[in-house]
Nanobody, 117 residues
Framework: QVQLVESGGGLVQPGGSLRLSCTVS?????????MGWYRQAPGKQRELVAT???????NYPDNIKSRVTISRDNAKKMVYLQMNSLKPEDTAVYYC??????????WGQGTQVTVSS
């Protein structure tokens, strides 16, 4: 059973930065997963923040790509999300995702990010 645990969320002022981490356990095949970060704000649907493939190719929505960077450490089975120039509208629960084709789609419990002065 693949388990994902997010950390690094918290309260940050507008313009600040945060680095989220996701620790993956329960698999020896971490390298094959496409990893991603998603977020869900109150009353809104879950949306994509970033993905990174096994080969290190990244994907970001246009509205956020200039402010976030996803990275992975296959040896440590970890994924990171660096977020800069945070805005109040970035406030959401951020979820880590591990996807292996159509066979598996795993989610963490999420970590709260609140951007407020």
């Amino acid at each position: 059973q693949v388990q994902l645990v997010e950390s690094g969320g918290g309260l940050v002022q507008p313009g600040g930065s945060l680095r989220l981490s996701c620790t993956v356990s329960g698999t020896i095949f971490f390298n094959v997963y496409t990893m991603g970060w998603y977020r869900q704000a109150p009353g809104k649907q879950r949306e994509l923040v970033a993905t990174i493939t096994t080969g290190g190719n990244t994907n970001y929505p246009d509205n956020i790509k200039s402010r976030v960077t996803i990275s992975r450490d296959n040896a440590k089975k970890m994924v990171y999300l660096q977020m800069n120039s945070l805005k109040p509208e970035d406030t959401a629960v951020y979820y880590c995702n591990a996807k292996w084709g159509a066979a598996e789609n795993n989610w963490g419990q999420g970590t709260q990010v609140t951007v407020s002065s």
